[in-house]
Nanobody, 122 residues
Framework: QVHLVESGGGLVQAGGSLRLSCAAS????????MGWYRQAPGKQRELVAA???????NYADSVKGRFTISRDNAKNAVYLQMNSLKPEDTAVYYC????????????????WGQGTQVTVSS
């Protein structure tokens, strides 16, 4: 079982910055891809950014050039630096990790954090 604990959300004015952190703890053979998703009220959860174990990154078009995802493999942690925040970035942000349970497992298991609220005021 793997637990993801997020931190760093809050209230910020438009144009401001926030940094989200997520640390994975528990028993797993390897943490593969990690990422951040968000869900605004009345909307579906969407991918914000993802990063592979080799640090290849993928971003939603709406955040390219403003957000940066990074990870620390030694700590099984992932970070999201959010700059030039806009009111439309307001949402609950969820950390996600794909974990390989054992060396002989065929599939990864998806884990989710509890979510952290990001509110951007205009």
């Amino acid at each position: 079982q793997v637990h993801l604990v997020e931190s760093g959300g809050g209230l910020v004015q438009a144009g401001g910055s926030l940094r989200l952190s997520c640390a994975a703890s528990g028993s797993t053979f390897r943490v593969n891809a990690m990422g951040w998703y968000r869900q605004a009220p009345g909307k579906q959860r969407e991918l914000v950014a993802a990063i592979s174990s080799g640090s290849s990154t993928n971003y939603a078009d709406s955040v390219k050039g403003r957000f940066t995802i990074s990870r620390d493999n030694a700590k099984n942690a992932v970070y999201l630096q959010m700059n030039s925040l806009k009111p439309e970035d307001t949402a609950v942000y969820y950390c996600h990790a794909q974990c390989r349970p054992t060396p002989w497992s065929r599939n990864d298991i998806d884990y989710w954090g509890q979510g952290t609220q990001v509110t951007v005021s205009s």
